[in-house]
């Protein structure tokens, strides 16, 4: 709010509401990802491999996608998803099995030590999340929750995936 009234004095056009709601959420979205980076180092996985094996939950069992595809949903070039494959594979985290129909292709999977790394700090995330929204009654939850979902219609991207919202 300090800041808000010294924009507010410095910029007399903008609009103290808009930017404290911005601020805000920044605020926020900075002190979710830092939880999640303790919950990470809790269960010592780095963010690249838990949004892979999530990924990988993601498609449904058994669990399995090729290389190129997971590279492509993640938005990663050939030689960075190899080299996270390749880490992971070390790690224990996920295995690499001949495509059944493809002779050159491969598909990852998790091992069972990723799907229960992938479990735990999914868990446990989840609690101290829920431990930092039960400052909100039941109603201001799902009040929030319906503003933040029509708040993310304002950008094109989430215009066509409507429907995901819902």
């Not at 295995?95 to 992938?118: F, M, S, Y």
């Amino acid at each position: 709010d300090e800041s808000l009234e010294v924009w507010a004095r410095e910029i007399p056009d903008l609009d103290p509401l808009t930017e404290g709601i911005i601020e805000r959420l920044q605020i926020l979205a900075w002190n979710f990802n830092q939880s999640m980076d303790e919950t990470l180092a809790e269960f010592d996985i780095d963010r690249r491999s838990f949004l892979l094996l999530g990924k990988l939950r993601k498609y449904g069992p058994p669990y399995q996608a090729s290389a190129g595809k997971l590279a492509a949903d993640l938005r990663l070039s050939s030689g960075a998803m190899t080299n996270r494959l390749d880490r992971m594979e070390a790690a224990g985290l996920i295995r690499r099995l001949p495509d059944p129909n493809g002779r050159r292709g491969t598909l990852v999977e998790p091992t069972q030590k990723g799907n229960d790394a992938w479990d735990q700090t999914v868990g446990a995330q989840a609690r101290r999340e829920s431990s930092l929204i039960d400052v909100l009654s039941q109603a201001e939850k799902e009040r929030l929750h319906d503003l933040l979902r029509h708040l993310m219609l304002a950008f094109p991207d989430w215009r066509q995936k409507k429907h995901l919202l819902h």
